[in-house]
Structure formats: C-alpha cells, structure tokens
C-alpha cells in the first residue's frame, strides 16, 4: 500500500530534550516537506526536499533541522524544543517533476512540549 | 506565490451541492489551482487540480473562468462525511515552497 509514515504518532517531551520525528514513503517520491498546523493558523511549511542531500527551508525553519540522507526517509529533529513548538505535524511526499501540488500527506504527530 | 482568499466556514445540508470560492487576483501564467481536503486529526487529501475552465473527478469537480482571478470547487450531493476543511492553492506546480491558509471549515447537518 502507497503510503507516507509517521513515527511516533503522539509525543509530550520537557523543554531542552532533542527528539526526532521520523518520517518514510514507499512511493519513490523525490520531494517531501514537513508542515505544522496550529489552530486558525492552517498549515505552515517547516522544510523540503527536492531530493537527497537538497534541502531547503519553508515559512518556518527556526528551531528545526531535517536530513535527506535516503530518497524515502526525511526525519525531523528538534536539537532543543521548546513549548511553542507544541504543534501537531505533517510529513508529505510527491513525485517532483510538474505534480508538487499532489501531495500524499502522512497521519501526523501531535507533539507537546511542556 | 498567489495569494488565496477563501471563506471561512460554511454550512450546508445532506443532499445539497457546496460551491466554495476561491479568489486569486493575482495568479500568474504558470500556475495551477489545487484544491485538498482535511478531516479532523488527519492528513489533508488531495481533491482537484485545474488550469483553465472545468475539471472533474469522482469527487469534485472544479470551475476556472476565463481570467482565472477566481475558481470554484463545487461538491454535489454532500454527505455527512463531507464535514471537512477545504484549501485552496495555488501556484506554479514546480514551486516546492507550498503555501496552505486557513482553508474553508465545512460542516454538514443532517
């Protein structure tokens, strides 16, 4: 089955303690994104990828760092989260070339930082 | 990146056909409008994209007038399960900074 993972699904964390959000499709897609979507604010761009090793920043890279080190994996890391990273997240995969608007969007990670 | 404006919720009835607007004043040659869908707590899904005048799938179908300042999703039928937020973007299809709002919350009753 085409699909996009998320893992964990649900995370609460303390402030300071770095975590990683690990995100993998088995579409061979060469584009993927990370999003955060907070209440009225619809969702925000945090980085892409185009392909391995290119990576690139969204609306909202501060406090956030991604590697592309396999074209299906894309983790996220939070090197020192703080509470307003609280978010819930969405890992997204698409085949680059005239479709990054058909976007395959993972289950999400609701992440809270206390 | 076109800048969208949609509205903000809307309500309707099983059985009824939704239209939500999109305005675009400033789309460029090259882009596209796309149009997805997020139940509570899930990923969005991706619904329709368009070009120019009408498309339709199993879903939805899509109208774009002439200027292209503005399209409009159209529902038919809605159901209960319908109940969902709708965004609209646009852009051109190999940008990969991609831009969601607020979306438009759609409810409906029985």
């Known amino acids: 089955e085409a699909q996009v993972t998320q893992n964990p699904r649900y995370l609460i964390t303390v402030t300071g303690k770095k975590l990683t959000v690990t995100c993998s499709q088995n579409?061979?897609?060469?584009?993927m994104s990370w999003y955060r979507q907070d209440p009225g604010l619809g969702l925000r761009q945090i980085y892409y990828?185009?392909?391995?090793?290119?990576?690139d920043k969204g609306d909202v890279p501060e406090g956030y760092k991604v590697s592309r080190k396999e074209k299906r994996n894309f983790p996220l890391i939070l090197e020192s989260p703080s509470p307003n990273q609280t978010s819930l997240y969405f890992c997204?995969?698409?085949?680059?070339?005239?479709?990054?608007?058909?976007?395959?969007f993972g289950p999400g990670t609701r992440l809270t930082v206390t | 990146l076109a800048k969208t404006t949609q509205p903000i919720s809307m309500d309707s009835y099983e059985g009824q056909e939704v239209n939500i607007t999109c305005s675009h004043n400033?789309?460029?040659?090259?882009?596209?409008i796309t149009w997805y869908q997020q139940f509570p707590s899930q990923g969005p899904r991706f619904i329709i994209q368009?070009?120019?005048t009408k498309v339709t799938n199993e879903v939805a179908s899509l109208f774009i007038p002439a200027d292209r300042k503005s399209s409009t999703l159209s529902l038919p039928r809605v159901s209960l399960s319908d109940t969902a937020v709708y965004y609209c973007?646009?852009?051109?299809?190999?940008?990969?900074?991609?831009?969601f709002g607020a979306g438009t919350t759609v409810t409906v009753r029985a």
């Open positions: 997204a995969s698409s085949f680059r070339q005239g479709s990054s608007y058909e976007q395959y």
């Open positions: 973007l646009v852009g051109d299809r190999a940008d990969y900074k991609l831009s």
């Open positions: 400033n789309i460029a040659t090259n882009d596209y």
């Open positions: 579409m061979n897609h060469e584009y």
């Open positions: 990828s185009m392909n391995v090793e290119v990576t």
């Open positions: 368009g070009y120019k």
